[in-house]
């Protein structure tokens, strides 16, 4: 995939809208294409059991949708691994990975891992910590990247019963307000810090990824900036609930989207730092993890 440059400032993200379909419809449209569903995980004992017997039973059981079920446990303290591999998944630990790469940290380092213990030619993301998943949302991500090969990413968007807005917290009062002064072009992406999205592992192993929690605003923008928005599509999945995080933990990911998004500006990285800190008003100073890891493809 490649566009000429001069034409990706006018371009904007795709809103798909999906005539009716059916998982085995998307399933037959794979001609050939496998597809890896990848969950990155800690401390989820409680949830991943039933989303990996849910995808097992439903997407790869009774529809030959996914070819492949991993999930990269990351140095949890409960049974998430062992009850995911009784649900019929394979999991991962991130030190294997780490061993053979370096020790890392964080959600995107989790997710670029993931990318080395897969192999499909699809790569579909599902935060483990869901409690309304629906295999349909699978078909949903997958069907847009068989339908059009100029499609690199499929964001989901979906109604958070919980939620007053759109996006959370952190993408209404920080991803939306850079989004809109610095990259006009991802603007009408509803909610571009969910955790349940699609790409082409061609696309995907190009790519940089930032360990901590600027990964997925990190991906966007950095998608967008070699191919164009328009490679970017969104489609709506339905409703989504799942657990939340305090206050102070949003602090430090909301800190990590924004840092991660001042890095990458048009005109250049506004940061003074390299490695910029969150300044807590007790006085406490928390390093933001601002480390990427390396394209995939130049370690295979």
């Not at 419809?25 to 294409?33: I, M, S």
């Not at 949890?76 to 061993?99: C, F, N, Q, R, Y």
């Not at 489609?235 to 800190?255: M, P, T």
Request: net charge negative.
């Amino acid at each position: 995939m490649s566009q000429d440059p001069t034409k990706r400032s006018s371009e904007r993200v795709r809103h798909v809208e999906l005539a009716a379909c059916s998982m085995s419809e998307v399933a037959d449209a794979k001609r050939g294409q496998t597809v890896s569903v990848c969950i990155p995980c800690r401390d989820e004992a409680a949830t991943i059991g039933q989303l990996c017997t849910t995808i097992r039973h439903e997407l790869m059981e009774r529809v030959a949708l996914v070819d492949e079920l991993v999930v990269v446990d990351d140095r949890s303290t409960d049974d998430t691994a062992g009850v995911a591999a009784g649900a019929g998944a394979m999991v991962v630990p991130i030190e294997k990975i780490h061993l053979e790469h370096g020790d890392g940290n964080g959600k995107g380092n989790v997710l670029w891992a993931s990318l080395l213990a897969s192999h499909g030619d699809i790569v579909v993301w599902i935060d483990g910590d869901i409690t309304s998943f629906e295999p349909e949302w699978v078909a949903r991500l997958v069907a847009p990247l068989l339908d059009d090969p100029a499609i690199a990413l499929v964001k989901a968007f979906a109604h958070r019963p919980q939620k007053m807005g759109g996006g959370g917290r952190t993408t209404e009062l920080v991803a939306r307000p850079l989004m809109s002064l610095y990259f006009p072009e991802l603007a009408a992406l509803q909610q571009p810090l969910s955790g349940e999205y699609a790409g082409r592992r061609s696309v995907l192993e190009e790519l940089h990824f930032v360990e901590g929690w600027g990964v997925e605003m990190g991906l966007l923008i950095d998608i967008a900036q070699r191919y164009g928005a328009s490679a970017i599509a969104q489609i709506d999945v339905g409703v989504r609930e799942h657990f939340h995080r305090s206050l102070e933990s949003l602090s430090v990911q909301a800190a990590e989207v924004m840092a991660t998004m001042l890095k990458r500006v048009p005109s250049g990285s506004l940061l003074d730092d390299e490695h910029p800190v969150l300044r807590r008003a007790d006085g406490s100073r928390v390093h933001l993890n601002l480390a990427e890891r390396p394209p995939v493809a130049t370690l295979r």
